[in-house]
């Protein structure tokens, strides 16, 4: 038998030939089936811990000999805080040797990856897990690739320290770095066409052919630990691309197929073809039923804001290109989330419900840098907001936490030229709007209803613009109804507004906080068109508005203001000009009550005092000029109340209808007319001129037979009697210039009587009805001038008091010198007093004269009765002292008739007589006289001065009889004159007592009345 040596030199060289390839055959099967797997899963361990610094696995490596394909098992990169950084299953590689060999380039059957695990982590700091092992990578790595690749003898990897890394290898000499990287050397010294410029970019990318390349099974974990706790998002991931090339595909090549199902059911398409030289890809891309929760968890550390529910659809066709003057563009894209609900954290309602998003055909260049969208619709959506003082909180609710971040984004994109958005039609389409305002207490929620909005020509670039309409129902029952278009830059807005049946209860709140009122009922309407235009916006506004039943609570609840109807037609307000007019306001069915407090404290009082956090102060700025061509009041009332007195006092005009015409308080003076019935029954007619700045009034005013009894409490509270009956009429004129107001009136009050007594500190201490007794004439009736003046700045000033305090001065008056007061019926005597010739006790003609007026008077006041008391004075001792003197002087040594005084005095006889009878009575001599002379004038001069001396003395001798005797005579005559001679009736004259030393010598008159 031969030895293999002897067989091996007995074969040719074709045997030896087949059994060096069989030989060859067998070892390669040995080698690559057997050694080689066992020696790359430990070198792939060995090298990529060492290079990741991670603890990296292989379970498993298998090498198909026969079928040129490869197999890895258990592969896992280590994470402390993932578990698995990166791992997977099981990857197969089915290589094409004979289709590699046909074509001349690596072609590869199939690549397929099962059980892809990936997990990220980020802290809260906003570190990732992979932060280490990109910093391991970013660091020069000398010689460690020469090393690597020669397996050179290295220290194995100490996972607890990632940044070993073997770094003794020489750096390896350039002759030996491949080919292809000198490329870029050459391209940059030596000029070339643009052809050859080409084929160097394709070289670049390898040739490579892959018929199918897909991942089974896969997941993507990521763990966001920003937060309080962490939230962990998993996404399984299944893609497939079929036919790939890097050479110029065919028709069907490089198609590929991702599919990545989301954690809650939702599923990612995404489909198309791409093309490496130059790179570039179309295909379409569809998402369904992504729930959004999940990924709105890993936004809970960055957002205030959360998403419990919401679904996500989208799709689109898109194409990318690398190529230069090409980028990306997006046709046919739509996008649909349906039952999104986003709330703020840390509240249980939600802020938005979105039943229904649809946007339908976007498109988008990134090269033209436009977008255009047709159709945006948004059905029943439900939002919630909530008004502070910090703001609004849907204002703030998508705003990142850390805002420095995005306002440096903002910055830098800035520079860049802007995207031009088209926007054609936004539809929303009943939705429910609801705002709660916390400004204001209680808290108070302002709700929109069936809102529909159509907004139109929507552009954003250079400038923006829009066009709209919409309406909406507020608070249950108002109909809101608007639209419009605008701009900005620069602002230009015009709207038409139209609102009808807005309840105004729903506003209470607001004007409560301003001033102490209660909007009990009311609807308010409007027909507006206002426009807003400028970097300093101009505002005007034009049209009508209306109000409807309104009722108007003070504090306390009780109803001030109603009103039927108000409509205002011709508004015009223009905020550049500071002006507001309004063509026409009529007002129907005004119900308008004023009432004062026991406090005594006025309505207006209270709504300055007692009001809520509106607050008040000059704003600043020019004052506003606001005109009113025609305001019409019909059908109204006009009430107050006071209860501050003892008795509450209630006054009314009803039926009150009036027009004020050309009302400016920029100038000039408005007409006004006024009429209706004071009480109801007392007609009242004012017509006059006002102005309000400065404050001008001259009004003309009369009205008639009004019930006194209803004056009772100031009647009680001056004058200490009620009003038993009487009707009032007045015709007066008030004038108010430079806040000074004079008033003339002349006041009829007929039948007017005071009834029962009224206890009061203020009542005047004067017998009243004395006084009235004196006003009233035969027919019962009390004509009375009435004038009233006062300062209006003086914070004393009341219109009420000032005219009762002229009352009871006139009435006061009337029953303590009601003479005087009647002096207008004596033709302007006053009877006070009526003068007899001193020492008579007998009227002369004066006196007669002056009791026939007296007469004439007492006639005119059927109800008065007349005192006479006599009275005597120094002048009748004067006359009773001249008598005695000239009898005595008549008795005399000289004897002879007394001539009277004049006569005597002036008869040089008579003057020699009175001279001695001073010598004789004084016992002195007539020099003491201090007359000079003894001429006829020195005579006549001493005569006199000694009569009056002579007198002097006689006069104080006169006895109080004799002047009490005088006296009653003189009131016994004086009555006699006018019971005899002019008919009074004796029981309306009575006798007073006589009175000495009076003011006068005649009789003093006073009322008999109690």
């Not at 507006?528 to 506004?541: I, M, N, Q, R, Y």
């Not at 059927?862 to 005695?884: C, I, K």
């Amino acid at each position: 038998m031969d030895t293999p040596l002897q067989w091996w030199r007995r074969q040719g060289w074709g045997r030896r030939t087949v059994v060096i390839c069989l030989f060859l055959y067998v070892l390669y099967l040995v080698v690559v089936g057997l050694i080689l797997p066992g020696w790359l899963r430990g070198k792939a361990e060995q090298e990529l811990s060492s290079l990741l610094g991670r603890t990296v696995t292989v379970e498993k490596v298998s090498l198909n000999p026969f079928v040129l394909s490869a197999t890895v098992e258990g592969f896992d990169i280590a994470d402390d805080r993932t578990e698995t950084l990166l791992g997977f299953q099981r990857l197969f590689v089915n290589a094409q040797f004979w289709s590699s060999l046909f074509h001349w380039r690596p072609w590869v059957r199939e690549i397929s990856l099962d059980g892809l695990d990936a997990g990220l982590w980020r802290g809260q700091g906003g570190e990732l897990s992979i932060d280490d092992i990109l910093a391991r990578l970013s660091q020069p790595a000398a010689g460690t690739d020469d090393a690597g690749a020669d397996g050179a003898d290295t220290d194995s990897p100490d996972t607890d320290s990632p940044d070993t890394v073997a770094t003794d290898e020489p750096e390896p000499p350039e002759q030996e770095q491949p080919e292809q990287q000198q490329e870029p050397l050459v391209a940059e010294t030596t000029p070339a066409s643009e052809t050859e410029a080409a084929s160097q970019q394709e070289s670049q990318v390898p040739a490579l052919t892959v018929d199918v390349l897909q991942l089974t099974a896969g997941r993507v974990r990521f763990i966001d630990a920003t937060g309080e706790e962490p939230v962990t998002l998993t996404l399984p991931v299944e893609f497939k691309v079929e036919d790939l090339t890097t050479r110029a595909p065919e028709q069907e090549d490089n198609r590929y197929a991702l599919n990545i199902e989301g954690p809650d059911g939702g599923t990612l398409e995404w489909s198309g073809r791409f093309n490496l030289q130059p790179l570039s890809t179309d295909g379409r891309l569809s998402m369904a039923q992504v729930d959004l929760v999940s990924f709105a968890q890993l936004l809970r550390s960055q957002f205030d804001f959360r998403i419990p529910s919401g679904h996500l659809a989208l799709s689109a066709d898109y194409r990318f290109s690398a190529e230069q003057g090409q980028g990306l563009t997006v046709r046919n894209g739509t996008l649909e989330l349906d039952n999104l609900v986003i709330r703020r954290a840390g509240q249980e309602d939600a802020n938005l419900t979105l039943p229904r998003i649809a946007v339908n055909g976007v498109s988008l260049d990134t090269v033209s840098r436009e977008v255009t969208v047709p159709e945006v619709r948004i059905s029943e959506a439900v939002v919630n907001a909530e008004l502070d003082q910090e703001g609004l909180d849907l204002a703030t609710l998508f705003l990142p936490r850390n805002p420095a971040e995005e306002e440096q984004e903002n910055a830098e994109d800035s520079a860049v030229e802007p995207w031009r958005v088209a926007l054609q039609t936004l539809v929303l389409e009943q939705a429910q709007l609801t705002l709660l305002d916390k400004t204001v207490s209680p808290a108070t929620p302002v709700a929109f209803t069936n809102t529909n909005l159509t907004v139109t020509d929507v552009t954003v670039g250079d400038q923006i613009s829009w066009h709209w309409q919409g309406d909406a129902v507020l608070a249950e029952s108002g109909r809101l109804n608007h639209s419009g278009e605008g701009s900005l830059s620069p602002l230009n807005i015009s709207a038409a507004i139209k609102a009808d049946a807005v309840p105004l209860p729903t506003f209470a709140p607001w004007v409560k906080q301003a001033v102490p009122i209660t909007i009990r009922r009311g609807q308010a309407s409007a027909d507006l068109k206002v426009d807003v235009a400028g970097e300093e916006p101009v505002v005007t506004v034009s049209g009508g508005a209306g109000l409807n039943n309104l009722d108007l609570l003070e504090g306390n609840g009780q109803s001030f203001a109603k009103l039927a109807s108000l409509q205002a037609s011709g508004v015009s307000v223009n905020t550049a000009e500071h002006r507001a007019t309004v063509a026409n306001i009529d007002v129907s069915g005004l119900d308008l009550i004023n009432r004062v407090d026991a406090q005594g404290r006025d309505l207006v009082s209270r709504l300055n005092t007692g009001g809520g956090g509106g607050g008040g102060g000059d704003a600043g700025g020019p004052a506003w000029r606001v005109g009113l061509k025609q305001v019409r009041v019909k059908n109204s009332k006009l009430a107050h109340n006071d209860a501050s007195l003892s008795k509450p006092f209630a006054i009314s005009l009803e039926q009150w209808n009036s027009t004020v015409r050309n009302f400016d308080t920029g100038g000039g003076r408005a007409a006004i007319t006024l009429n209706g019935k004071v009480n109801g029954n007392a007609p009242l007619k004012a017509e006059g001129s006002v102005s309000p700045d400065p404050l001008f009034l001259d009004l003309k005013m009369d009205f008639q037979s009004y019930g006194m009894e209803g004056l009772t409490p100031y009647t009680g509270r001056f004058l200490g009697y009620a009003v038993r009956r009487g009707l009032l009429s007045v015709n007066s004129t008030v004038k108010i210039e430079n806040n000074q107001l004079e008033s003339r009136s002349t006041v009829a009050a007929d039948r007017f009587f005071l009834g029962d007594r009224v206890q009061s500190d203020e009542a005047v201490n004067a017998p009243v009805r004395l006084g009235l007794s004196v006003l009233r004439d035969s027919s019962g009736m009390i004509n009375l001038p009435l004038n009233v003046s006062g300062d209006m700045n003086d914070p004393s000033f009341s219109v009420t008091g000032l005219i009762f305090t002229v009352i009871k001065n006139v009435l006061v008056k009337a029953a303590t010198a009601p003479f005087s007061l009647l002096s207008s019926l004596a033709g302007g005597k006053d009877l006070e007093q009526i003068a007899f010739p001193a020492g008579d006790a007998l009227p002369g003609a004066e006196t007669r004269q002056n009791l026939a007026t007296l007469n004439d008077v007492l006639s005119k006041r059927p109800g008065l009765s007349v005192v006479l008391s006599g009275q005597t004075n120094d002048e009748d001792r004067a006359a009773f002292a001249r008598q005695a003197l000239g009898e005595q002087l008549s008795e005399g040594m000289f004897r002879g008739d007394w001539p009277g005084e004049q006569a005597a005095l002036a008869d040089h006889r008579w003057g020699k007589r009175i001279v001695k009878e001073f010598e004789k009575r004084f016992d002195a001599d007539s020099a003491e006289l201090g007359v000079e002379g003894r001429d006829d004038a020195a005579d006549a001069r001493r005569a006199r001065l000694a009569w009056e001396r002579l007198v002097e003395a006689a006069a104080k001798d006169v006895s109080a009889q004799t002047l009490r005797t005088l006296a009653t005579q003189r009131a016994e005559n004086a009555r006699n004159e006018l019971v005899e001679q002019h008919g009074l009736d004796a029981g309306r004259v009575r006798l007073g007592d006589p009175a000495m030393d009076g003011k006068l010598a005649g009789i003093q008159l006073g009322l008999g009345n109690d």
